[in-house]
């Protein structure tokens, strides 16, 4: 079952830091990263900067369009108004299909701020305890959203690669 962890770090810099150790951990087979994408967000400016990392071994799973559209939807639909968040109402029903809800989006908008900075990884087989420990000594803290089997399927067809039976 694969996972979308987001790492929130109290420094804009916490995240690009903590990329090294994100490497080792899979390195030691504690996590399997099949995507992942950093946000750091200056204070004083009025959107963070985004960075797609792939697998960090090669192409990620599920590509710019997937971290494209997920950002956009935390961090530029408050700043549009209330005419086009209602546009993109359809697209936040398609990420809810695939396990990404409005209490996610929610969540991970009013932590990742100003000041602050965030790592987020889809990964396949974590030890989460034994991730958690060594991102906690960065000072950085977790919200995550498991991903069951059938909503992983559903978001590497829209965004991604397809199901391991289906590639040639």
Do not use: C, Y
């Amino acid at each position: 079952m694969a996972t979308l962890t987001v790492w929130r770090f109290p420094t804009v810099d916490g995240a690009e830091n903590a990329l090294d150790l994100l490497q080792r951990l899979q390195k030691q087979q504690l996590i399997s990263i099949a995507d992942a994408a950093r946000v750091s967000w200056p204070e004083g400016r009025k959107k963070p900067k985004t960075k797609e990392l792939g697998s960090l071994t090669g192409a990620g799973a599920l590509g710019g369009t997937f971290w494209g559209l997920l950002f956009g939807l935390i961090f530029l639909v408050p700043l549009l108004g209330a005419a086009v968040g209602a546009a993109i109402g359809a697209l936040t029903g398609s990420l809810r299909r695939v396990g990404i809800d409005e209490e996610f989006i929610d969540t991970v908008r009013t932590q990742v701020t100003p000041g602050t900075s965030a790592l987020f990884v889809l990964s396949d087989n974590a030890v989460l305890d034994r991730v958690a420990e060594p991102f906690r000594e960065t000072g950085a803290s977790l919200l995550t959203t498991n991903l069951s089997g059938e909503e992983e399927a559903r978001l590497r067809a829209a965004f991604g690669e397809a199901p391991e039976h289906e590639q040639l």
